[in-house]
C-alpha cells in the first residue's frame, strides 16, 4: 500500500514536472506582472506576485502621477493591483524586453474608482501597441456602469511582434477637457502559439489563418465547471468563468463531472497548455430523456461588438461515452451550421480525451452571438444528446489592425442611479457581467444568481419570439434563432421557416417575400419576363408594391450553383451599398425555392452591348465610363467594405448598366471574404469563370483581390475588342483573350485587338494608357498586378485624356486625382448604406462619372 501510495506521489510529480517543462520551453518563461502605481512587491488573494511599474516607462517623462482609490468596493476580491493607479495627463508609453517571436497575452486591469484630483467618469483614452489599436476613447468608467461591474480586465493576444521591445501607448482623447488615462495592473505573458487555420462559418471552402491575427479575448467560460482562478490554469495565467449566466432559456441542460480517479489524457497532439484539466473535467449536456432533447437546441447568448471577425473555441471531452456514434451532435453559430456531425470520441479515439474545435464567423448587423448545439438524427446515434466542456470566444484585428470597440451604452436604470459619487461608484455592484473578460462579481456570484439572471433573460426573450408558423418545406437549412422581429417562425429542433433565416444571414437588413408575392409580380414566372439566364437560373423582369420594376433571380434545382451562393449573395449584399454595386432588395426561401429580388438594371449586361446582340454600340467614351464604374464597385469591395472581399467572378456577364448608364457589379454567389492584415491570400478551392480565372490562382490554389484584377483586366480587352474572354471558332492561338492580347503586346500589334466600331474614336494616347493598364491587370504573378485603385486611376486618366486631348498632361492626371480623391472620401458614406446619405451624395457622385472639365 505504501508502495502504492509512493508510486502515485512519483507519478503525479512527474506528470506536474512535464508540464511546466513543456509550457516553459515553448513560452520561454518569462512575464510581466505590474501593479501599476505601486511602490514595491505586493501579493493578491490568489497568492500572484505583483511588481511595481516604474521600471517600464520613462520616469524624465513626468506625465504620471500615482495615486490610490478613495474606497475600495466590496466586489473587489483583492485590493492587488486595484488600489492604486498610474494616471497619465499625456501621452506616455510602457516599454518591456520581449523575444520578438514569441506570441503574448496583454492583460489590462482598470477600476474606476475616485483618486485625488481625478474623477474616473472623465476618463477617456486610447491603447496600441505596434500598429494594433486595443482601446479607442475607451471609458472604464462607462464601460463599469453598463456592465454592472466594479472592475473591468482586458485581454489581448498579440502576433510576434518581430522586435526586442514590446511598446504599449496611453493615449488621452482629445476630445474632452481635462481627460487623462490610468491603469492599475499590466500582464505581459510570453505564450506559445496556440492558434491555427480554421474554416469560416458560411463559406465551407474558405479558412481563416488565425495564428496571423491579434485579437481581443471576449468570453471564456468552464462549460458546467465553476471559476478557475488565473493560478490554477495551466501556465497561462488566464481566467475560466461559470457558463450559467450566459445560458438561454428554461432547459440548462445537466452538468457533470469525471471521477477523481479518471484522468485526463492529453494526446500528443494537443498540449496540455490548450486548456487546464479543470475544464476538461467538467461538461454540460442536454440530458438523459430522448424526447426533451428534441424540443430544444442547448444554446448560449453572448454580446459582441458588430462588424468584426470572431473566433470561437469548442473544447470537447467525453468521460462518459466510450465508442463512436453513441452521442452525436450539430453545432450552430448564429444560426449556421458550423458542424453536422460532432462526435467527441470520434475524434479522441477515447474516454477522456481533451479535442477542441474551432470555427470563424464575421458579425454583422446584431450585437448577439449565438452559440448552439442538437442532437443530430442522421447517424441514429445511440444517446440522443449533445456536449461541452469550454468555450473561448475571440475578436480578431480588422484590417487596420483595429480591436477596439465601441463603449456599452448603460440601461436607463443604471444611467438614472448614477450620482457621481467622489466617494463609492453608483455603479459598484456584484451582478455578471455578460461581455468581455470580466472578473468582478463572477468569482463570487451564488447559483441563486445565476438561476434568477438565466429566468429573467428567458422570459424577456420569450416575449419576443414567436414560436407559431411552418416549417419550410426545405427542412430549415440553417436553424435559426432571433429575438428582433414578430416575423421570425423558429421551429424546436434548430429549423425554421425561410423568412426567419433570410432575416438573420441578412442582419435585418434583407427583406423577406412570399413566394405568392413572387409569383404574382412574375406572372407566375412567364417566359415572356425572362430577361436573363445564368449559372445560378433564370431572371425575370417582376414588379413589387403595386409597380417597382425589379430584377427576379429564381434558382434552377438541377444548378450546380445553389445554397451556398444564396447565402453568400444574402450575406454580402444586404450588408453593402455602394453606387456600383447592385442592390439586393430582399430574397425568398419557400417550398423549395431560392430566389433573389434586386433592383432592375434597365440596361442589362455589359456583354450584350458589346458582342452577340442587337443593341446598337456603345461609343468608346461610354465603355471608358462603364469600366471606371465597375472599377469602382470593385475597389470598394477590396478596400472600402468592413472586411475585404473578393468578387471571384469578375465578367462582362456580371457587370449591369441602369437606365442611367451608371455600371453596377452584380453576382456575389461566389464572393469571399479576404485575408487579414497578417496574411497575403486565402486558400480555397478553385471557381470562377474559364476565360477570366487568374492563373496564379489555378495554380496555387491561394486567393488574393488581385485574382479580381487579373479579371477585370480580360473585362478590359473585351470591351476594347468586342469580342468574348473565350472563342473556340477562332484559331487555336486566338481563342482565349487574355493570351491573345499579350500576344498582341508583344508583338506590337495591338490595335488588331480593335473593335472596328470604336476604331477611328480613341485618341492615341488614351488607347496607349488603356492597353498598358489592361496588360499589367494581366500579370502572370499577382504581385506584379496595380491595385483596383490604381487601376480606378488609370482609368479615370484615360477618360481625361479622351475628353480633352490638347489638355496638358499635367492638368488631365490632377483631374483624375480630384476623381479619385472624390470617390476614395466617399467610400465611407457609401458603406452606411443609409438611404438619406445615399440620396445626399447623387450630387457628388454624378461629378465622379462626369466630373466638370470633362
Known sequence: ???????????????????????????????????CGATSNATDADGRIWSPDSTYFPSSSGNSITSKAKYQDPSLISDIPYMTARI?????????????????????????????????????????????????????????????QAYIIREFTLVPLQTATLNITFTPSSAYNDSFAFINGIEIVSMPEIFEPAPMVGFSDQTTETQASSMQTMFRLNVGGQYIPANNDSGLGRIWYDDAPYLFGASFGITSAA?????????????????????????RSMGPN??????????????????????????????????????????????????????????????????????????????????????????????????????????????????????????????ATDTDSQSKPAFASNKTSKKGIIVGSVAGMTAGLSIVVVVLTFVKRRKNINNGGNKSSRGGW???????????????????????????????????????????????????????????????????????????????????????????????????????????????????????????????????????????????????????????????LHTGARYTIIHRDVKTTNILVDDKWVAKVSDFGLSKTGPNLQQTHVSTMVKGSFGYLDPEYFRRQQLTEKSDVYSFGVVLFEVLSGRPALNASLPKEQVSLADWALHCHRKNTTKELMDPHIKGEIIQECLKQFIDTAVSCLSDHGTDRPSMGSVLWNLEYCLQLQSDPDEPKMVAEQKANDAYAMHTELLTVAEEGKESEEHSTDAVFSQIVKPQGR
Not at 505504501?2 to 512519483?10: A, C, D, E, P
Not at 451556398?564 to 425568398?588: D, M, N, P, W, Y
Request: aromatic share 12%; glycine share 6%; charged share 20%.
Open 1 to 35: 500500500m505504501k508502495f502504492y501510495t509512493f508510486l502515485v506521489i512519483i507519478t503525479t510529480f512527474c506528470s506536474l514536472l512535464s508540464k511546466v517543462y513543456s509550457l516553459t520551453n515553448v513560452t520561454n518563461s518569462y512575464s510581466f506582472v505590474l501593479s
Open 88 to 148: 497619465f495627463k499625456n501621452q506616455t508609453t510602457y516599454s518591456f524586453p520581449v523575444s520578438p517571436k514569441s506570441r503574448h497575452w496583454i492583460r489590462l486591469h482598470f477600476y474606476p474608482s475616485s483618486y485625488d484630483n481625478f474623477n474616473c467618469s472623465n476618463s477617456f483614452f486610447s491603447v496600441n501597441i505596434a500598429g494594433f489599436t486595443l482601446l479607442n476613447n475607451f471609458s472604464a468608467s462607462i464601460t463599469a456602469q453598463a456592465l454592472t
Open 259 to 283: 471521477n477523481n480517479s479518471m484522468k485526463i489524457s492529453y494526446p500528443s497532439n494537443l498540449p496540455n497548455y490548450i486548456a487546464p484539466e479543470d475544464v476538461y473535467r467538467t461538461a
Open 290 to 415: 430522448p424526447d426533451v432533447n428534441r424540443n430544444y437546441n442547448l444554446t448560449w447568448i453572448f454580446q459582441v461588438d458588430t462588424n468584426f471577425t470572431y473566433l470561437v473555441r469548442l473544447h470537447f471531452c467525453d468521460f462518459q461515452m466510450k465508442r463512436m456514434n453513441q452521442r452525436v451532435f450539430k453545432i450552430f453559430l448564429n444560426n449556421q451550421t458550423a458542424l453536422e456531425e460532432a462526435d467527441v470520441i470520434g475524434w479522441s479515439s477515447a474516454q477522456n480525451v481533451p479535442a477542441y474545435k474551432d470555427f470563424v464567423l464575421y458579425q454583422t448587423g446584431d450585437d448577439e452571438m449565438w452559440v448552439a448545439l442538437h442532437p443530430t438524427d442522421e447517424t441514429k446515434a445511440e444517446f440522443y444528446d449533445a456536449i461541452l466542456n469550454g468555450l473561448e470566444i475571440f475578436k480578431i484585428n480588422d484590417t487596420t489592425g483595429n480591436l477596439a470597440g465601441p463603449n456599452p451604452v448603460p440601461s436607463p436604470p443604471l444611467a
Open 478 to 636: 440553417l436553424p435559426i434563432y432571433s429575438s428582433r422581429s414578430t416575423e421570425t417562425r423558429t421551429t424546436i429542433s434548430g429549423k425554421s421557416s425561410g423568412s426567419s433565416h433570410i432575416s438573420n444571414i441578412g442582419g435585418g437588413l434583407c427583406r423577406y417575400f412570399t413566394l405568392a408575392e413572387i409569383k404574382q409580380g412574375t406572372k407566375n414566372f412567364d417566359e415572356s419576363r425572362v430577361i436573363g439566364v445564368g449559372g445560378f437560373g433564370k431572371v425575370y423582369r417582376g414588379e413589387i408594391d403595386g409597380g417597382t420594376t425589379v430584377a427576379i433571380k429564381r434558382a434552377n434545382p438541377s444548378s450546380e450553383q445553389g445554397l451556398h451562393e444564396f447565402q453568400t449573395e444574402i450575406e454580402l449584399l444586404s450588408k453593402l451599398r455602394h453606387r456600383h454595386l447592385v442592390s439586393l432588395i430582399g430574397a425568398c426561401e419557400e417550398n423549395d425555392e431560392m430566389i433573389l429580388v434586386y433592383d432592375y438594371m434597365a440596361n442589362g449586361t455589359l456583354r450584350e452591348h458589346l458582342y452577340k446582340h442587337n443593341k446598337p454600340p456603345l461609343s468608346w467614351k461610354q465603355r471608358l465610363e462603364i469600366c471606371i464604374g465597375a472599377a469602382r464597385g470593385l475597389h470598394y
